[in-house]
């Protein structure tokens, strides 16, 4: 029986795009990737830190926030993996060999600015919050 062939590029790109809902993830494992259900966690979580507590409406986002950061650190893992050790990991029995295209570069350039941005915006925002009270936003 032919195992479906799991194509790098297309699980990168998953993790830039849906990273914080771990879609690349069920992609990869299937639906009952524990890890993946874990990035779902955090979308309840921030219903429920908006309902109960009604917190400062940055601290409502950032378990999503979080769950994207890890995404984004996912995708490069994903992507910078070697065709040989991805289809010894994730296509054996699949009958077809892995070769990264000219897209896979980009999307990593794309994953590691955007999740740069992120990280950093999310530090930022974080000290912002604790040191000065929220006084600049």
């Not at 194509?7 to 993830?25: E, S």
């Not at 009952?32 to 309902?51: E, F, V």
Request: charged share 10%; glycine share 14%; with cysteine.
């Amino acid at each position: 029986m032919a195992v479906a062939h799991k194509n790098k590029t297309f699980a990168t790109l998953l993790a830039l795009l849906l990273g914080g809902f771990g879609v690349h993830r069920f992609y990869l494992k299937g639906g009952t990737d524990r890890l993946g259900l874990l990035h779902l966690c955090a979308l309840p979580l921030t219903g429920i830190l908006w309902g109960a507590v009604q917190p400062h409406p940055f601290y409502v986002l950032l378990p999503m926030l979080l769950s994207y950061i890890a995404g984004f650190v996912e995708g490069l893992v994903i992507g910078l993996s070697p065709d040989e050790a991805w289809d010894a990991q994730y296509n054996k029995g699949s009958g077809k060999a892995s070769r990264s295209n000219w897209m896979l570069p980009l999307l990593l350039v794309l994953i590691l600015g955007v999740g740069a941005i992120v990280l950093i915006g999310t530090i930022a925002r974080v000290f912002d919050l604790l040191y000065t009270g929220g006084a600049y936003g």
